[in-house]
């Protein structure tokens, strides 16, 4: 908020220079002197608001429009990784049983709480699809997730290596995604469900984390396209 306010002075204080310099040339300097240094006060504002003006369109040539232009080129290639961030939680929901169930695969942009929550309900914490490509063993769920998780983890940490070209808003939902620990929340749930033999032994109950995860995700997707347009 500050940045802005400060980037709006900044721009008034150019455009009035501008205006200055353009009413003094055309207009103040063919009139006689009204008051004692009058002309030497106005030619010291003409003289200052041409440093200011000069001063910006060499901010301009040398340090704004070459660091845009290097941003945008950055951003392009940086962009997979948030590609690659929506694409572990594609893979989270598409190894989910949805056997027995009249639904299509989720996907993270196209997911509502309700539908997961069936998914979810009827997905065992055993259950295992997805294979281990050392191992060639199915994982669990749990095992999956812990799994995806260390890939988002490698995604942000890439970003964070370019911070100056990320917003503070985006940032702040990197950290926010990296700060809670999935893994943890489904490996203490179903242990839990486990432990007190609770009746139904799904995954039901973990719909909101998840589904609050798969907010996040969208948030950063969002902020991204801001970050670019900036």
Same mark, same amino acid.
């Given at each position: ?13 150019? #455009?009035?220079?501008?205006? =200055? ?8 300097? +063919?009139?006689?002197?009204? #008051? ?9 504002? #003409? ?7 000069? &001063?910006?369109? #060499? ?17 392009? %290639? ?5 590609? $690659? ?23 993270? +942009?196209?997911? %509502? ?7 979810? &309900? ?16 199915? /994982?669990?769920?749990?095992? /999956? ?9 490698? *995604? ?7 911070? +100056? =070209?990320? %917003?503070?808003?985006?940032?702040? *939902? /990197? ?6 620990? /999935? ?14 033999? &609770?009746?139904?032994? +799904? ?5 909101? *984390?998840? =589904? ?5 995700? $969208? %948030? ?11």
């Amino acid at each position: 908020m500050k940045n802005k306010h400060l980037k709006i002075l900044l721009k008034t204080i150019v #455009f009035l220079s501008a205006i =200055f310099i353009i009413v003094y040339t055309f207009f103040l300097i +063919d009139i006689p002197e009204k #008051f004692n240094k009058g002309y030497e006060i106005g030619l010291l504002l #003409f003289n200052l608001s041409f440093t200011i003006i000069s &001063a910006f369109i #060499f901010y301009l040539l040398i340090d704004y429009y070459p660091k845009k232009i290097r941003k945008k080129e950055l951003l392009s %290639s940086l962009e997979i990784h948030i590609t $690659r961030i929506e694409e572990t939680y594609n893979t989270i929901l598409k190894n989910l049983d949805y056997s027995g169930l009249d639904i299509d695969i989720l996907t993270y +942009d196209k997911c %509502s709480n309700e539908v997961l929550k069936k998914v979810m &309900a009827n997905t065992n914490p055993d259950f295992r699809t997805d294979v281990n490509s050392l191992t060639k063993e199915k /994982l669990s769920i749990t095992e /999956l997730i812990n799994r995806q998780k260390g890939y988002v983890e490698n *995604q942000i940490a890439e970003l964070e290596k370019h911070i +100056d =070209f990320i %917003s503070t808003d985006l940032y702040k *939902q /990197l950290v926010n995604l990296k700060a809670i620990d /999935l893994t943890l929340i489904f490996r203490a749930g179903t242990a839990m469900l486990k432990r007190i033999n &609770a009746p139904n032994q +799904d995954l039901g109950i973990f719909s909101d *984390q998840l =589904f609050d995860y798969i907010i996040k995700v $969208r %948030s950063i997707r969002e902020e991204w396209n801001k970050n670019e347009k900036n």
